[in-house]
């Protein structure tokens, strides 16, 4: 679904450590999202960018940092890994205004 | 601040029933309204939004704007439709965040 691959799909660490989740798409889309989806919670925003080097924060920012270098790659950063982060992160990509969001596969990522 | 409230965490139906997963709304502009599915351990695939009006699979959504609501409904529910059903609303603004609810799992039993 719009060329977007999340990698690694499975991710276990330890607290404390820092952990990098990436996001790659094929098909140009100027924007790209992180969120989080927790049980009870469904989907929360965490960071997103409006094109190379522009990004913004979420609804829960804390804790997270991004990086787009490239139009094609969106990565998301937890500098020390708490376990309130164990989550399934995906990413979302979204060609223009008004045009619907498209998921990836989602990583499930473990911090114990 | 926008706000999308799915007021049933599970909802339970027989293969056959008709089927309405409710999702209200708050926002005080013009917003877009999407519903979105997640069958088990999937990625979320968008199912519909309101300005398309079209019907996939057999669900259908009507934007209510007196009553601040975009309920998900389907005649007949089929075993294949048990996924996680989520809506979310975009404020239309130039980055068109989403605001997603909590989402409603949708059982069909045989």
């Known amino acids: 679904d719009a060329g977007i691959t999340q990698s690694p799909r499975h991710k276990v660490t330890e607290t404390g450590t820092p952990v990098t989740l990436r996001c790659h798409q094929t098909e140009n889309h100027r924007y790209m999202y992180w969120y989080r989806q927790d049980p009870g919670h469904g989907l929360r925003l965490i960071h997103y960018s409006y094109g190379v080097k522009d990004t913004d924060k979420g609804e829960v920012s804390d804790g997270y940092s991004v990086s787009r270098s490239k139009t094609e790659d969106f990565l998301l950063t937890l500098e020390s890994a708490t376990s309130s982060q164990t989550s399934v992160y995906f990413c979302a990509t979204q060609g223009g205004n008004n045009q619907p969001q498209h998921f990836g596969d989602g990583t499930r990522l473990s911090i114990l | 601040a926008q706000r999308v409230t799915q007021p049933e965490k599970l909802l339970s139906v027989f293969k056959g029933a008709p089927v309405e997963l409710k999702c209200n709304y708050s926002y005080s502009g013009s917003p877009e309204l999407f519903w979105y599915v997640q069958y088990s351990r999937q990625r979320l695939q968008l199912l519909l939004r309101?300005?398309s009006r079209e019907s996939i699979k057999g669900f259908t959504a009507d934007l209510n704007k007196g009553e601040t609501s975009f309920h998900l409904k389907k005649p007949f529910a089929q075993e294949e439709d048990s996924a996680m059903y989520y809506c979310?609303?975009?404020?239309?603004?130039?980055?068109?965040?989403?605001?997603f609810g909590k989402g409603t799992m949708l059982l069909v039993s045989p």
């Open positions: 979310a609303l975009s404020d239309n603004s130039g980055y068109s965040t989403l605001t």
């Open positions: 309101h300005i």
